[in-house]
């Protein structure tokens, strides 16, 4: 009997994870396949990282966290938003949580009422529209396609915005394309929400630290709606730290305090000895973070430079991130054998089943004739992974 709540019946399964669970499924039956579907980097924790947890261990940093984070990392938080991006955010507007994701949601739940709109930037990392779902609000999409950069304008923002408007979602370097908004698109923007006081900004930075297009701009910067901006990071990207689960939050105090109470009775705090390990990374140098850029740009190139060559992809060059968001709608209508590519679902699994390449459909990020394709991975990997790709897509007639 399927008594299931309606706000889960309406969710979406993720199709990131899904994509990931099926190559490894097939990886457990034998079949090499290269999964260029994770959005995590290939690297490993830096040492020292790993040294100030061993040492919380044996510290005996082993009982509960306060729910806001301790506070020595809400202070090498505070520390870093001077340090790198001059702004000053103090320890008791930042919330340490288990992830970005859970961030997030922490800024949706406290933000959103029943029936309030969301805009939301297409494509779109896929959980956004579904942690609106979650919070009772309706998702307003903007599209921007490759002729873009995949970056909506300042006009098409005020074009969507309505007297229910609460809350801007933005993600700047990109998920899923790798999108880097500067200083005057982040100012434009930041000027029509000034004009709307009631509007609240949740930036999404978790990738700031992979940015090839120079220094990492926030909206946050801006004094017109600096008040009105959650800005949201963490340490999973840019210290290869995935699996430790921390993320953190600035804003207003008062935002600030509301998150705390909502995680206080969903979580509490995150764990203690992450925590610790995380405070080592925020404040320790970034030599560690510059040689994962360094590697990742090289791979950007290799696989645009592959890409480009392919016949019918139509494929941008991403300034973040370590995705590329090609356009592969050419396909649809091609077959191979009696198989059919009506749309970017067919594709990827098509990728998979043929060239036994991971891959994750545009649709799942609001952009249904596009697919990404991570490469946080080995050189190697990318260069026999596209390889495959080609000689798959060259069978579709």
Same mark, same amino acid.
Request: aromatic share 10%; proline share 4%.
């Given at each position: 009997?399927?008594?299931?709540?309606?706000?889960?019946?309406?969710?979406?399964?993720?199709?990131?994870?899904?994509?990931?669970? &099926?190559?490894?499924?097939?990886?457990?039956?034998?079949?090499?396949?290269?999964?260029?579907?994770?959005?995590?980097?290939?690297?490993?924790?830096? =040492?020292?990282?790993?040294?100030?947890?061993?040492?919380?261990?044996?510290?005996?940093?082993?009982?509960?966290?306060?729910?806001?984070?301790?506070?020595?990392?809400?202070?090498?938080?505070?520390?870093?938003?001077?340090?790198?991006?001059?702004?000053?955010?103090? =320890?008791?507007?930042?919330?340490?949580?288990?992830?970005?994701?859970?961030?997030?949601?922490?800024?949706?739940?406290?933000?959103?009422?029943?029936?309030?709109?969301?805009?939301?930037?297409?494509?779109?990392?896929?959980?956004?529209?579904?942690?609106?779902?979650?919070?009772?609000?309706?998702?307003?999409?903007?599209?921007?396609?490759?002729?873009?950069?995949?970056?909506?304008?300042?006009?098409?923002?005020?074009?969507?915005?309505?007297?229910?408007?609460?809350?801007?979602?933005?993600?700047?370097?990109?998920?899923?394309?790798?999108?880097?908004?500067?200083?005057?698109?982040?100012?434009?923007?930041?000027?029509?929400?000034?004009?709307?006081?009631?509007?609240?900004?949740?930036?999404?930075?978790?990738?700031?630290?992979?940015?090839?297009?120079?220094?990492?701009?926030?909206?946050?910067?801006?004094?017109?709606?600096?008040?009105?901006?959650?800005?949201?990071?963490?340490?999973? &990207?840019?210290?290869?730290?995935?699996?430790?689960?921390?993320?953190?939050?600035?804003?207003?105090?008062?935002?600030?305090?509301?998150?705390?109470?909502?995680?206080?009775?969903?979580?509490?705090?995150?764990?203690?000895?992450?925590?610790?390990?995380?405070?080592?990374?925020?404040?320790?140098?970034?030599?560690?973070?510059?040689?994962?850029?360094?590697?990742?740009?090289?791979?950007?190139?290799?696989?645009?430079?592959?890409?480009?060559?392919?016949?019918?992809?139509?494929?941008?060059?991403?300034?973040?991130?370590?995705?590329?968001?090609?356009?592969?709608?050419?396909?649809?209508?091609?077959?191979?054998?009696?198989?059919?590519?009506?749309?970017?679902?067919?594709?990827?699994?098509?990728?998979?089943?043929?060239?036994?390449?991971?891959?994750?459909?545009?649709?799942?990020?609001?952009? =249904?004739?596009?697919?990404?394709?991570?490469?946080?991975?080995?050189?190697?990997?990318?260069?026999?992974?596209?390889?495959?790709?080609?000689?798959?897509?060259?069978?579709?007639?």
């Amino acid at each position: 009997m399927d008594k299931v709540s309606n706000r889960i019946k309406l969710l979406a399964d993720s199709q990131t994870l899904a994509m990931s669970q &099926k190559s490894k499924d097939m990886q457990a039956e034998g079949i090499d396949v290269i999964n260029l579907s994770v959005g995590e980097p290939d690297f490993f924790t830096p =040492p020292h990282v790993k040294e100030a947890a061993k040492k919380a261990i044996d510290d005996n940093f082993s009982f509960y966290a306060p729910v806001p984070g301790y506070p020595d990392l809400r202070k090498a938080i505070s520390e870093k938003f001077k340090k790198e991006n001059g702004m000053d955010y103090k =320890p008791e507007q930042i919330i340490v949580s288990n992830g970005a994701k859970h961030s997030i949601a922490n800024a949706l739940m406290c933000l959103v009422d029943d029936g309030d709109e969301v805009i939301v930037l297409s494509p779109y990392w896929v959980s956004y529209v579904e942690l609106v779902k979650l919070a009772g609000g309706k998702n307003v999409v903007v599209e921007a396609g490759i002729d873009k950069d995949f970056k909506a304008s300042a006009e098409q923002i005020e074009a969507a915005i309505s007297p229910k408007t609460k809350v801007l979602m933005l993600c700047s370097p990109s998920n899923p394309t790798g999108s880097v908004y500067s200083k005057e698109e982040l100012k434009a923007i930041a000027d029509v929400l000034a004009k709307h006081p009631d509007i609240f900004v949740i930036s999404d930075e978790i990738y700031e630290h992979i940015n090839y297009a120079g220094k990492h701009e926030s909206i946050a910067q801006f004094e017109n709606v600096r008040d009105r901006v959650v800005v949201i990071n963490g340490v999973s &990207k840019g210290y290869a730290m995935t699996g430790w689960r921390i993320g953190y939050l600035a804003a207003p105090l008062w935002i600030a305090k509301a998150c705390n109470k909502l995680q206080g009775q969903f979580t509490s705090g995150a764990s203690s000895i992450a925590q610790k390990a995380s405070v080592a990374a925020l404040s320790g140098d970034n030599s560690y973070t510059e040689e994962m850029k360094v590697a990742f740009e090289r791979r950007r190139n290799l696989m645009i430079d592959k890409l480009e060559k392919i016949q019918g992809i139509c494929v941008n060059k991403p300034q973040g991130a370590f995705y590329v968001f090609p356009d592969i709608s050419y396909y649809f209508g091609k077959s191979f054998g009696d198989r059919k590519i009506k749309d970017s679902g067919d594709f990827c699994f098509y990728i998979l089943e043929e060239a036994h390449v991971a891959c994750v459909p545009g649709a799942a990020f609001g952009a =249904p004739n596009y697919a990404r394709l991570s490469y946080a991975t080995s050189d190697e990997k990318l260069t026999e992974a596209l390889n495959r790709i080609e000689k798959a897509l060259a069978k579709l007639k």
